[in-house]
């Protein structure tokens, strides 16, 4: 019998295509990234198999105890999650090609000084605090410029763009803000014109608002449970260390 997991990821992605039209994009220019958080590595399989390789995890844990299932299938890992300096030597043995969570100068230090130790480079997103919320990581829009300046003096770390997690809201002007403020950031950042930046990916866009995200200039856009399922965890889980 045919998967559910393939008629969630064809119904998605459709609808990301016909977003895309709607608002004079090339559907190509936005890649659907699988949140696979609690999944289980025979689940993602279907979706890898299926040719949908983008999947992200949020803990270096779990990335972890699904690493060895999952390296022999060709895919492409980010991660996504609030990612503590302790964990980057665990976080660094399993292929990660993007990190979308960075969100301060310390951390990104520590990473450049492990990379470099091991003569490797990685490709990463600044996490931004769009939605002002407490309960969010990510740097305030008002200190991105300076962190991406500071982050991008690191030989072994290269800034790709931007992430965020938009306002949880029924509202839709107050999220479709979170997202415009971040095209402006991007904005912002690509006239400050700095060496060894680039700004292509703007991370934003989940299950409820990727098509606002979208429209306002998305070119990935992270969804889990709309594929494969509800999780038995509540999200403060995974966004909030503190209130887990
Ligand atoms: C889990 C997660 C998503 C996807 O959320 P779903 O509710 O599973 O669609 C997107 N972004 C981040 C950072 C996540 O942790």
């Known amino acids: 019998m045919r998967d559910i997991i393939l008629d969630n990821l064809e119904f998605i992605q459709k609808k990301i295509t016909a977003c895309c039209l709607q608002n004079h994009r090339d559907p190509k220019e936005v890649k659907l990234l699988l949140a696979t958080k609690t999944v289980p590595p025979a689940r993602i399989q279907i979706a890898l198999s299926a040719g949908y390789t ?24 980010h991660f996504i999650g609030h990612l503590q300096s302790n964990k980057i030597k665990y976080l660094l043995q399993y292929d990660v090609g993007c990190i979308q969570s960075i969100d301060r100068l310390d951390l990104a230090q520590k990473l450049n000084q492990k990379l470099k130790a091991d003569n490797r480079f990685i490709d990463i997103l600044i996490q931004v605090n769009t939605s002002r919320e407490e309960s969010k990581f990510g740097v305030s829009p008002e200190k991105t410029l300076d962190l991406v300046r ?12 931007l992430m965020t997690i938009g306002l949880f809201s029924t509202n839709k002007e107050k999220v479709r803000e979170c997202f415009r403020l971040l095209k402006n950031l991007q904005l912002a950042i690509i006239k400050a014109d700095i060496p060894h930046v680039s700004m292509e990916e703007l991370s934003m866009g989940m299950r409820g608002d990727y098509e606002i995200a979208i429209a306002e200039g998305a070119t990935i856009v992270r969804i889990g449970t709309a594929i494969f399922g509800a999780r038995i965890y509540p999200d403060s889980y995974y966004w909030n260390e503190t209130r887990a």
């Open 54 to 77: 983008c999947i992200a995890e949020n803990k270096v844990q779990e990335l972890g105890k699904k690493y060895d299932h999952l390296k022999n299938s060709p895919h492409n890992s």
């Open 150 to 161: 500071q982050i991008a003096l690191l030989d072994n770390i290269r800034i790709k763009g």
